[in-house]
T-cell receptor, first 115, second 108 residues
Framework: EAQVTQNPRYLITVTGKKLTVTCSQN?????MSWYRQDPGLGLRQIYY???????DKGDVPEGYKVSRKEKRNFPLILESPSPNQTSLYFC??????????????FGPGTRLTVL | DAKTTQPPSMDCAEGRAANLPCNHS???????VYWYRQIHSQGPQYIIH???NNETNEMASLIITEDRKSSTLILPHATLRDTAVYYC?????????FGAGTQVVVTP
Protein backbone atom coordinates (compact mmCIF):
# COMPACT_ATOMS: atom_id res chain seq x y z
CA GLU A 1 0.00 0.00 0.00
CA ALA A 2 1.33 3.42 -0.97
CA GLN A 3 1.78 5.43 2.16
CA VAL A 4 3.71 7.90 4.25
CA THR A 5 4.49 6.69 7.74
CA GLN A 6 5.52 8.74 10.75
CA ASN A 7 6.90 7.62 14.07
CA PRO A 8 6.11 8.12 16.80
CA ARG A 9 2.47 9.11 16.47
CA TYR A 10 2.39 10.60 19.95
CA LEU A 11 5.25 11.89 22.05
CA ILE A 12 5.50 13.69 25.34
CA THR A 13 8.97 14.95 26.21
CA VAL A 14 10.75 17.55 28.30
CA THR A 15 12.51 20.74 27.34
CA GLY A 16 15.98 20.22 25.94
CA LYS A 17 15.83 16.49 25.33
CA LYS A 18 16.79 15.85 21.72
CA LEU A 19 14.28 13.94 19.65
CA THR A 20 13.77 12.71 16.13
CA VAL A 21 10.50 12.16 14.33
CA THR A 22 10.90 9.77 11.44
CA CYS A 23 9.12 9.95 8.12
CA SER A 24 9.24 7.30 5.44
CA GLN A 25 7.50 6.90 2.07
CA ASN A 26 7.31 3.89 -0.20
CA UNK A 27 6.30 5.66 -3.42
CA UNK A 28 9.76 6.60 -4.70
CA UNK A 29 8.86 10.29 -4.47
CA UNK A 30 11.52 12.92 -5.01
CA UNK A 31 9.80 15.56 -2.90
CA MET A 32 9.27 15.44 0.86
CA SER A 33 8.23 18.07 3.36
CA TRP A 34 7.47 18.72 7.02
CA TYR A 35 4.64 20.89 8.37
CA ARG A 36 3.40 21.86 11.78
CA GLN A 37 -0.19 22.68 12.57
CA ASP A 38 -1.26 24.87 15.46
CA PRO A 39 -4.75 26.13 16.37
CA GLY A 40 -5.46 29.43 14.68
CA LEU A 41 -2.25 29.30 12.64
CA GLY A 42 -3.07 26.52 10.22
CA LEU A 43 -0.43 24.41 8.50
CA ARG A 44 3.01 25.93 8.21
CA GLN A 45 5.88 24.45 6.26
CA ILE A 46 9.05 23.76 8.25
CA TYR A 47 11.47 22.28 5.71
CA TYR A 48 11.20 20.62 2.34
CA UNK A 49 13.42 18.50 0.13
CA UNK A 50 13.26 18.28 -3.62
CA UNK A 51 15.54 15.27 -3.77
CA UNK A 52 18.30 13.39 -1.95
CA UNK A 53 20.80 15.75 -0.31
CA UNK A 54 18.70 18.80 -1.25
CA UNK A 55 16.81 20.57 1.53
CA ASP A 56 15.36 24.07 1.88
CA LYS A 57 13.76 26.11 4.59
CA GLY A 58 10.04 26.61 4.71
CA ASP A 59 8.33 29.35 6.66
CA VAL A 60 9.16 28.20 10.21
CA PRO A 61 12.53 26.37 10.20
CA GLU A 62 13.89 27.76 13.48
CA GLY A 63 14.59 25.06 16.05
CA TYR A 64 14.43 22.20 13.55
CA LYS A 65 16.88 20.23 11.46
CA VAL A 66 16.30 17.77 8.64
CA SER A 67 18.36 15.47 6.51
CA ARG A 68 17.71 13.62 3.27
CA LYS A 69 20.36 10.95 2.93
CA GLU A 70 18.12 8.55 1.08
CA LYS A 71 15.04 9.00 -1.03
CA ARG A 72 12.52 7.27 1.19
CA ASN A 73 13.36 8.91 4.54
CA PHE A 74 13.16 12.49 5.77
CA PRO A 75 13.62 12.71 9.55
CA LEU A 76 12.78 15.83 11.54
CA ILE A 77 15.22 16.56 14.34
CA LEU A 78 14.60 18.80 17.33
CA GLU A 79 18.00 19.29 18.94
CA SER A 80 16.69 21.11 22.01
CA PRO A 81 12.90 21.08 22.07
CA SER A 82 11.02 23.89 23.76
CA PRO A 83 7.36 24.18 24.79
CA ASN A 84 6.59 26.39 21.77
CA GLN A 85 7.32 23.39 19.57
CA THR A 86 4.32 21.58 21.02
CA SER A 87 2.29 20.94 17.90
CA LEU A 88 0.83 18.47 15.43
CA TYR A 89 3.42 17.57 12.81
CA PHE A 90 2.79 16.23 9.33
CA CYS A 91 5.19 14.76 6.81
CA UNK A 92 4.31 14.69 3.12
CA UNK A 93 5.80 13.37 -0.11
CA UNK A 94 5.09 13.90 -3.78
CA UNK A 95 6.37 13.42 -7.30
CA UNK A 96 8.26 16.16 -9.03
CA UNK A 97 6.90 17.25 -12.36
CA UNK A 98 8.80 20.27 -13.57
CA UNK A 99 7.38 23.29 -11.79
CA UNK A 100 4.58 21.24 -10.34
CA UNK A 101 4.89 18.85 -7.46
CA UNK A 102 1.64 17.15 -8.23
CA UNK A 103 -0.33 15.68 -5.39
CA UNK A 104 1.28 15.38 -2.02
CA UNK A 105 0.56 12.43 0.21
CA PHE A 106 0.44 13.27 3.88
CA GLY A 107 1.31 11.06 6.79
CA PRO A 108 -1.05 10.50 9.74
CA GLY A 109 0.59 13.13 11.92
CA THR A 110 2.71 13.17 15.08
CA ARG A 111 1.34 14.91 18.14
CA LEU A 112 4.25 16.31 20.13
CA THR A 113 4.03 17.80 23.59
CA VAL A 114 7.09 19.47 25.12
CA LEU A 115 6.83 20.09 28.85
CA ASP B 1 4.59 32.61 -3.27
CA ALA B 2 1.18 34.16 -3.81
CA LYS B 3 -1.17 34.49 -0.88
CA THR B 4 -4.72 33.18 -1.08
CA THR B 5 -7.98 34.44 0.39
CA GLN B 6 -10.89 32.14 1.15
CA PRO B 7 -14.14 32.61 3.03
CA PRO B 8 -13.81 31.21 6.56
CA SER B 9 -16.87 29.00 6.40
CA MET B 10 -19.57 27.68 4.13
CA ASP B 11 -22.61 25.45 4.56
CA CYS B 12 -23.88 23.14 1.85
CA ALA B 13 -26.89 20.84 1.63
CA GLU B 14 -26.22 17.18 1.01
CA GLY B 15 -26.58 16.31 -2.68
CA ARG B 16 -26.11 19.87 -3.84
CA ALA B 17 -23.05 21.30 -5.53
CA ALA B 18 -20.58 23.14 -3.31
CA ASN B 19 -18.71 26.04 -4.92
CA LEU B 20 -15.65 27.14 -2.96
CA PRO B 21 -14.04 30.40 -4.09
CA CYS B 22 -10.41 31.37 -3.74
CA ASN B 23 -8.74 34.65 -4.53
CA HIS B 24 -5.06 34.62 -5.53
CA SER B 25 -4.64 37.99 -7.19
CA UNK B 26 -0.83 38.03 -6.86
CA UNK B 27 -0.27 34.69 -8.54
CA UNK B 28 2.63 34.59 -10.96
CA UNK B 29 2.82 32.80 -14.28
CA UNK B 30 4.54 29.65 -13.06
CA UNK B 31 2.52 29.10 -9.92
CA UNK B 32 -0.01 26.31 -9.79
CA VAL B 33 -3.29 26.38 -7.91
CA TYR B 34 -3.76 23.39 -5.58
CA TRP B 35 -6.69 22.35 -3.46
CA TYR B 36 -6.45 20.10 -0.40
CA ARG B 37 -8.89 19.24 2.32
CA GLN B 38 -8.42 18.17 5.93
CA ILE B 39 -10.92 16.20 7.92
CA HIS B 40 -10.53 16.79 11.68
CA SER B 41 -6.83 16.39 12.50
CA GLN B 42 -6.04 13.88 9.77
CA GLY B 43 -3.33 14.59 7.20
CA PRO B 44 -4.53 16.84 4.39
CA GLN B 45 -5.81 15.10 1.30
CA TYR B 46 -5.04 16.24 -2.23
CA ILE B 47 -8.07 17.11 -4.32
CA ILE B 48 -6.97 18.72 -7.57
CA HIS B 49 -4.55 21.20 -9.12
CA UNK B 50 -4.26 23.32 -12.25
CA UNK B 51 -2.24 26.00 -13.97
CA UNK B 52 -4.41 27.74 -16.56
CA ASN B 53 -7.04 25.37 -17.83
CA ASN B 54 -10.02 24.05 -15.98
CA GLU B 55 -9.51 20.60 -14.53
CA THR B 56 -11.79 17.78 -13.49
CA ASN B 57 -11.19 14.53 -11.70
CA GLU B 58 -13.28 12.01 -9.81
CA MET B 59 -13.44 14.23 -6.74
CA ALA B 60 -14.00 17.73 -8.04
CA SER B 61 -13.69 20.35 -10.74
CA LEU B 62 -11.38 23.34 -10.70
CA ILE B 63 -12.33 26.48 -12.57
CA ILE B 64 -9.55 29.06 -12.99
CA THR B 65 -10.41 32.51 -14.32
CA GLU B 66 -8.71 33.65 -17.48
CA ASP B 67 -6.58 36.20 -15.62
CA ARG B 68 -5.73 33.45 -13.06
CA LYS B 69 -6.48 35.76 -10.15
CA SER B 70 -9.17 33.54 -8.72
CA SER B 71 -10.46 30.01 -8.87
CA THR B 72 -13.42 27.94 -7.76
CA LEU B 73 -13.44 24.39 -6.51
CA ILE B 74 -16.67 22.59 -7.29
CA LEU B 75 -17.80 19.51 -5.41
CA PRO B 76 -20.59 18.37 -7.70
CA HIS B 77 -22.71 16.39 -5.25
CA ALA B 78 -21.70 17.08 -1.68
CA THR B 79 -22.00 14.29 0.86
CA LEU B 80 -21.70 14.35 4.63
CA ARG B 81 -18.19 12.95 4.26
CA ASP B 82 -17.16 16.11 2.42
CA THR B 83 -17.38 18.08 5.67
CA ALA B 84 -13.81 19.34 6.09
CA VAL B 85 -11.53 22.35 5.91
CA TYR B 86 -10.63 23.10 2.29
CA TYR B 87 -7.35 24.80 1.48
CA CYS B 88 -6.51 26.69 -1.68
CA UNK B 89 -2.76 26.99 -2.21
CA UNK B 90 -0.59 28.48 -4.92
CA UNK B 91 3.01 27.37 -5.17
CA UNK B 92 5.95 26.39 -7.26
CA UNK B 93 9.31 24.90 -6.51
CA UNK B 94 8.05 23.01 -3.52
CA UNK B 95 7.36 25.79 -1.06
CA UNK B 96 3.75 25.71 0.07
CA UNK B 97 1.82 28.18 2.16
CA PHE B 98 -1.49 26.97 3.53
CA GLY B 99 -3.92 29.70 4.47
CA ALA B 100 -6.74 29.39 7.00
CA GLY B 101 -8.95 27.53 4.54
CA THR B 102 -12.73 27.30 4.33
CA GLN B 103 -14.62 25.16 6.85
CA VAL B 104 -17.30 23.41 4.81
CA VAL B 105 -20.17 21.80 6.66
CA VAL B 106 -22.48 19.56 4.65
CA THR B 107 -25.87 19.19 6.25
CA PRO B 108 -28.54 16.52 5.61
Amino acid sequence: EAQVTQNPRYLITVTGKKLTVTCSQNMNHEYMSWYRQDPGLGLRQIYYSMNVEVTDKGDVPEGYKVSRKEKRNFPLILESPSPNQTSLYFCASGRSGGLSYNEQFFGPGTRLTVL
Amino acid sequence: DAKTTQPPSMDCAEGRAANLPCNHSTISGNEYVYWYRQIHSQGPQYIIHGLKNNETNEMASLIITEDRKSSTLILPHATLRDTAVYYCIVHRWGKLQFGAGTQVVVTP
